[in-house]
T-cell receptor, first 115, second 115 residues
Framework: KNQVEQSPQSLIILEGKNCTLQCNYTVSPFSNLRWYKQDTGRGPVSLTIMTFSENTKSNGRYTATLDADTKQSSLHITASQLSDSASYICVVSPNYGGSQGNLIFGKGTKLSVKP | GEEVAQTPKHLVRGEGQKAKLYCAPIKGHSYVFWYQQVLKNEFKFLISFQNENVFDETGMPKERFSAKCLPNSPCSLEIQATKLEDSAVYFC?????????????FGPGTRLTVL
């Protein structure tokens, strides 16, 4: 069964600190992996998209890594800010012959950044 | 427009009533996706469209759910005879292409509450 598991479920850190969120998936065949940020009451916003051939991708203070062999990904947030408080969702796209197909979502990690 | 628009923001229905949700994709985007988010981060793919044609409907509970994307009109998702378990936030997303790394842009969602 295609699944995406994220850890931790929730995380509290102090402003300015770094943190790393984890994502493990069993989706096969695999096309790409995305990290989304979802603020409370809003739709998800894409942070990074990586294909199986990419190991790392950055977007400002966000850096995602991907190990397609072990089927693991991480999202590292550097120098956290209060506005980083949100849910971070790992999303995997199965390989359906070149199209996006439908996306498989993890349950997310709820990050709270405290002053 | 430059954002995906969804209406209404909130919708309350009695069990057994019909519910209809609307989505206006970003201008120029050919692909529209509908997702159901239950219990905060449990996203479930429902259906996708390429212009007015169904692209992938593997997630649709067909007995009560239907969707359309007609030319020059907002896309719609309709639920006949709503049930308590249909209570969720329904997100629409659009994309200009359906390639493997194309970003889906999400709307703010419609919160459906079935009483």
């Amino acid at each position: 069964k295609n699944q995406v598991e994220q850890s931790p479920q929730s995380l509290i850190i102090l402003e300015g600190k770094n943190c790393t969120l984890q994502c493990n998936y069993t989706v096969s065949p695999f096309s790409n992996l995305r990290w989304y940020k979802q603020d409370t009451g809003r739709g998800p916003v894409s942070l990074t998209i990586m294909t199986f051939s990419e190991n790392t991708k950055s977007n400002g203070r966000y850096t995602a890594t991907l190990d397609a062999d072990t089927k693991q990904s991480s999202l590292h947030i550097t120098a956290s800010q209060l506005s980083d408080s949100a849910s971070y969702i790992c999303v995997v796209s199965p390989n359906y012959g070149g199209s996006q197909g439908n996306l498989i979502f993890g349950k997310g990690t709820k990050l709270s950044v405290k002053p | 427009g430059e954002e995906v628009a969804q209406t209404p923001k909130h919708l309350v229905r009695g069990e057994g009533q019909k519910a209809k949700l609307y989505c206006a994709p970003i201008k120029g985007h050919s692909y529209v996706f509908w997702y159901q988010q239950v219990l905060k981060n449990e996203f479930k793919f429902l259906i996708s469209f390429q212009n007015e044609n169904v692209f992938d409907e593997t997630g649709m509970p067909k007995e009560r759910f239907s969707a359309k994307c007609l030319p020059n009109s907002p896309c719609s998702l309709e639920i006949q005879a709503t049930k308590l378990e249909d209570s969720a936030v329904y997100f629409c997303a659009s994309s200009d292409l359906a390639g493997r790394t194309d970003t889906q842009y999400f709307g703010p969602g419609t919160r459906l509450t079935v009483l």
